[in-house]
Nanobody, 127 residues
Framework: QVQLVESGGGLVQTGGSLRLSCAAS????????MGWFRQAPGKERSIVAA????????YYGDSVKGRFTISRNNAKNTVYLQMNSLQPEDTAVYYC????????????????????WGQGTQVTVSS
């Protein structure tokens, strides 16, 4: 069992930055591929970024490429999402998710692939 707790959300102006953190419980975090998803009101939950358990495989959604960076520190059982150049359309609840990774470079982009989810953290970007 893995428990995930997100933090770092908040209110920021257009063009600003935030760093989200997702702290995981358990000793097997280094075996888990992780992902960040977001869900805006009235919209489906969608992938933002994903990272393999080793950190060598990463994926970014088209809308965040060049602005967001996913990283992880397995010694601290934490995955991060650095968000720069934030825009109003980035406003959403952001969730981290985890699943046992199959290979060191494997990341997962499908909502259904993940077994564990955090409670979410709100990110609001004002114009």
């Amino acid at each position: 069992q893995v428990q995930l707790v997100e933090s770092g959300g908040g209110l920021v102006q257009t063009g600003g930055s935030l760093r989200l953190s997702c702290a995981a419980s358990g000793r097997t975090f280094s075996s888990y591929a992780m992902g960040w998803f977001r869900q805006a009101p009235g919209k489906e939950r969608s992938i933002v970024a994903a990272i393999s358990y080793s950190g060598t495989g990463v994926y970014y959604g088209d809308s965040v490429k060049g602005r967001f960076t996913i990283s992880r520190n397995n010694a601290k059982n934490t995955v991060y999402l650095q968000m720069n150049s934030l825009q109003p359309e980035d406003t959403a609840v952001y969730y981290c998710a985890g699943v046992l990774g199959r290979y060191s470079t494997t990341y997962y982009t499908a909502f259904s692939a993940y077994d564990y989810w955090g409670q979410g953290t709100q990110v609001t970007v004002s114009s």
